[in-house]
């Protein structure tokens, strides 16, 4: 029997809040502006890249998504408008 969290959200939907990165972890600035979503081979893990829209929210956009990263974990001397690199579990609807 295959278990499920009820989803309100119908296939259309325009979803108004980021999506939730969980378990994010080396966050690092980068040089190339490239936007990567790659799974990490061997781990459960995703390599993410894009830009830092909202350091104090933790708001990062990645090929046109809006995601929350823990805006504790973003390191001080990053700031908005900055090429970012973090690694993240998970990618969840909240």
Known sequence: M????PCSYEIGDVL?????????DNIILCETNDNIIEKMEGEFKYKLRG??????NGIVE????????????IPKDMSNGM???FEA???DLW
Do not use: A, W, Y
Request: charged content about 35%; overall charge negative; hydrophobic content about 30%.
């Open 51 to 56: 830009k830092l829209m909202d350091m104090l």
């Open 83 to 85: 090429c970012i690199q």
């Open 16 to 24: 108004t809040e980021p999506l939730e990165c969980l378990n994010t």
């Open 2 to 5: 295959e278990r499920t969290c």
């Open 89 to 91: 579990s998970r990618i």
């Open 62 to 73: 990645v090929k046109g998504f809006k995601l929350h990263i823990d805006e504790d974990k």
